[in-house]
């Protein structure tokens, strides 16, 4: 299985760079493809049809010696008001505002259309920081398009290939004009710890990868704004705005978190659409990579299917988790009806998930901040646990008392030998039994050693995995020889 313990460092540390890379341009153009080609990874979901970015998606970016934080942006439309295009439109412009560098992107094989030029009209004031970049120039269908674009007012256009990665050089040679290079860093050699994973020191310096996932509608982006103070993902009555996993760098009481908001999933039976599809399967490969997750919950419609659902595939994974029944300031004022509905979700989650125990569970407003206090601390308490360590001479002292408490059972006339116990991994603390006859101890067994794991050890709300090993037969060498 896929551990979050593996994945890049880019994923968890990324370039220290202060400089702002927006890509603009309007919709299909090719920005998610040039997005995921400086990243260096799928990063963004691409796809023909337009308008499939929505929000703004970040990333630690490099090229060549030039680091820089990548953001993706959706297509730049004309259009006004309230509209989900209007709100897409504004956090774009927000984008470029907020960039050191903008790489505005046209489409040469379509040539200059009427939204090129309006865009471009707009990027004028703030053409000192402008790189025009003309898009699909493989070949020669690019050539007139190219041509086209010198008459944008913008300098003089790149030829370029987000596809097949034509033209990174002289993009190069554009960003350095804006972007220092990195400097050399020498590396550092990790301490070897006595359990496999990261160090207590390397965990608190790196940040928290915190991902916020759930049905459609429950509120996942409205609580990401709410945790980080401002509007940094888009949110609207409308179900299914988010379809990338959109990071977001946080700090909180000094320690740095990477929020991060998914698209709602949805019954696998109902996941039709390609789009769709993409979107659930950027937010399971999110949950893979993250330490903590906050599974989402309607406090109208508590515990569906479908959240169980998720919740079970975050146990899957080993990741943390922390959930959060949100909206609870529309439950029904009568107390005795609340509390039943608690006691439902309680009970449900016992029953689905015996595993995991005791899963912090915290009820919030997004909307208006009820609440949301104490989440923080939920998934900080469940980070600690996920991270124990568990000394290998006090679970042996402990292993032998359940021994003698709870002697495990015959097999084929003989006691089973519980011989040896040690912690092997954190995230999620994993355990290794040499047991006499491991085929024969049976689940129930194993789960009274969870549960009492659990218990003894203060491990609740994370999953405990143990794997058995027969220990070897030191006089086996000796009976192949004779």
């Not at 944008?152 to 596809?163: M, N």
């Not at 679970?395 to 015959?410: A, K, Q, V, Y």
Request: glycine share 8%.
């Amino acid at each position: 299985m896929h551990s979050a313990d593996a994945d890049r460092p880019s994923d968890r540390e990324g370039p220290r760079v202060a400089a702002r890379v927006a890509i603009v341009g309007r919709p299909n153009v090719g920005k998610s493809t040039l997005f995921n080609r400086l990243v260096g990874r799928r990063r963004a979901i691409v796809d023909d049809t337009p308008g499939v970015t929505r929000d703004v998606r970040e990333s630690p970016a490099q090229l060549g010696d030039l680091a820089f934080t990548l953001l993706d942006t959706a297509g730049w439309e004309n259009a006004g008001g309230e509209a989900l295009e209007a709100r897409m439109r504004r956090f774009t412009e927000r984008a470029v505002e907020t960039a050191d560098v903008v790489l505005f992107l046209i489409d040469a094989r379509a040539g200059v259309l009427p939204l090129d030029e309006t865009f471009a009209g707009w990027l004028r004031k703030r053409a000192a920081k402008v790189i025009l970049v003309a898009n699909k120039c493989e070949g020669r269908a690019g050539q007139q398009g190219l041509a086209e674009a010198h008459g944008l007012g913008l300098g003089e256009p790149i030829p370029f290939s987000a596809e097949h990665g034509e033209g990174l050089s002289d993009l190069h040679e554009a960003l350095a004009r804006h972007i220092e290079p990195m400097p050399e860093e020498e590396e550092e050699e990790a301490a070897e710890g006595e359990i496999e994973g990261p160090s207590e020191a390397e965990i608190a310096k790196r940040p928290l990868l915190l991902a916020i996932v759930g049905r459609p509608n429950v509120g996942k982006s409205t609580l990401l704004n709410r945790l980080v103070g401002e509007e940094r993902v888009l949110t609207g009555p409308e179900a299914g705005i988010t379809r990338d996993a959109i990071r977001v760098e946080w700090e909180w009481k000094g320690r740095k978190i990477r929020l991060i908001d998914t698209a709602g999933m949805r019954k696998r039976s109902r996941i039709d659409a390609k789009l769709e599809a993409a979107s659930v399967a950027d937010t399971l490969d999110t949950i893979r990579l993250a330490d903590v997750c906050i599974v989402v919950l309607d406090a109208a419609n508590m515990a569906e299917k479908q959240d169980l659902a998720v919740a079970g595939w975050v146990i899957e994974e080993g990741r943390a988790l922390v959930i959060a029944v949100n909206k609870t300031d529309l439950l029904a004022d009568d107390r005795s009806e609340a509390s039943k509905a608690w006691r439902r979700l309680r009970d449900r989650l016992e029953a689905s998930f015996a595993q995991v125990k005791d899963v912090p569970i915290v009820g919030i407003s997004a909307l208006t901040g009820r609440g949301v206090d104490r989440l923080v601390p939920a998934v900080f308490e469940t980070y600690a646990i996920w991270n124990k360590r568990v000394p290998t001479p006090k679970l042996n002292r402990w292993l032998r008392e359940m021994e003698t408490l709870h002697p495990p059972p015959l097999a084929n006339g003989r006691r089973i030998r519980l011989r040896f116990m040690t912690q092997i991994k954190i995230r999620p603390p994993t355990f290794v039994l040499s047991v006499s006859q491991p085929e024969e101890l049976g689940d129930d067994y194993l789960r009274f050693l969870v549960n009492r794991l659990r218990d003894d050890f203060g491990l609740p709300g994370v999953p405990i995995r143990i794997t058995m090993r027969k220990p070897k037969n030191p006089y086996a060498s000796r009976a192949r020889k004779r």
